[in-house]
């Protein structure tokens, strides 16, 4: 892809702002008051109904004298990239609360320098119920007085505001980038440009269907990635894997058609099918109703991760990126 490409892609507001409510939705999951919102969508099945959602303090800490103006304080703070030590006061499924002159404060769990990866959501709170207490070295990166919102990182102390601006200045739209993932959630990864962190949003890791970015990624892994927007204002990078190569979905029909014959490996089973990749960031779909003849409990009776298997094609959207397979149609005509 050229970086002209790369600029035309950041042109589409989508982009922006897809990273932006993807990046602070667990943020906002709490309230001016601290309180943790109420879920409004049916648990999943394998939730457990008593999990703490949060622990919040009722009132802010007894302090020595408060500042008159404690927002405007917080803004010369952070404009001054001033260091501060808190104490955790409470948590949160997002993330730790603490004060600061009698405002409450939110630090992301992303935004946490040592933090492990739980994708079951009572390992996740334990492990954040486990910092109570405990005293951090923290830096504002956001204030917002009209949303009451005080958004503080452990991660902004590893690098000082100067040399992040010139990092910044240096990071453009359209330009490919190396880099190591720091971390990982559940709305993307967080990388590291050499002491600048951007994010690559989840849905721009790969043009297959990516449940979580653990799937594809680690740790400590180096990826290359193109840059689609720079807020200096607020030192964010928005990141793309995707990018990087053409769109497998862009002529798939022109390559597969009805009644062709496939081979191609069985990746993720779940309980409604089983998806096969035909090529690199594409697959297509076995419901379970083609697996096989006869009852079965489950796909993966049928079928495991890693297996090589023939497959016909059914019906190919490229537009909706849906290719569905059938392992029951096959018949006598696979090959041996």
Do not use: C
């Amino acid at each position: 892809m050229s970086q002209q490409q790369g600029r035309d892609t950041q042109a589409d507001p989508q982009v922006d702002d897809g990273y932006w409510s993807a990046l602070f939705r667990m943020e906002d999951s709490f309230d001016v008051n601290g309180a943790a919102a109420v879920e409004t969508t049916a648990p999943p099945a394998e939730a457990e109904p008593d999990i703490e959602e949060a622990s919040v303090p009722a009132r802010p800490p007894s302090a020595a004298a408060l500042v008159s103006d404690p927002w405007h304080a917080a803004q010369e703070t952070m404009e001054a990239d001033r260091l501060l030590r808190l104490r955790v006061v409470g948590h949160n499924k997002g993330g730790l609360l603490v004060y600061w002159n009698g405002i409450q404060g939110f630090v992301p769990a992303s935004q946490l320098v040592d933090f492990p990866q739980f994708h079951v959501p009572r390992e996740r709170l334990q492990a954040l119920a486990g910092w109570q207490d405990r005293e951090l070295n923290l830096k504002i990166i956001e204030v917002n007085r009209g949303n009451s919102r005080l958004i503080l990182s452990e991660r902004a102390t590893l690098v000082a505001a100067e040399q992040r601006e010139v990092l910044l200045l240096g990071v453009r739209p359209g330009e490919k980038r190396q880099g190591t993932v720091t971390n990982l959630t559940d709305f993307g990864a967080f990388v590291d440009l050499g002491g600048l962190e951007g994010l690559i949003h989840i849905s721009e890791i790969s043009w297959s269907r990516v449940i979580h970015p653990s799937a594809v990624l680690r740790p400590g892994q180096q990826v290359q990635v193109l840059v689609l927007s720079v807020d200096k204002s607020a030192e964010r990078v928005a990141l793309s894997m995707k990018q990087l190569h053409t769109d497998p979905w862009q002529d798939v029909e022109s390559r597969y058609q009805p009644g062709q014959l496939v081979r191609g490996v069985v990746g993720n089973v779940t309980t409604y099918g089983a998806f096969v990749i035909l090529e690199e960031e594409l697959e297509g779909l076995i419901h379970i109703s083609e697996l096989a003849e006869g009852m079965f409990l489950h796909p993966r009776d049928v079928v495991r991760s890693g297996q090589e298997v023939t497959a016909r094609v059914l019906s190919v959207d490229g537009r909706h990126k849906r290719l569905a397979l059938s392992l029951r149609a096959v018949g006598k005509d696979a090959p041996a």
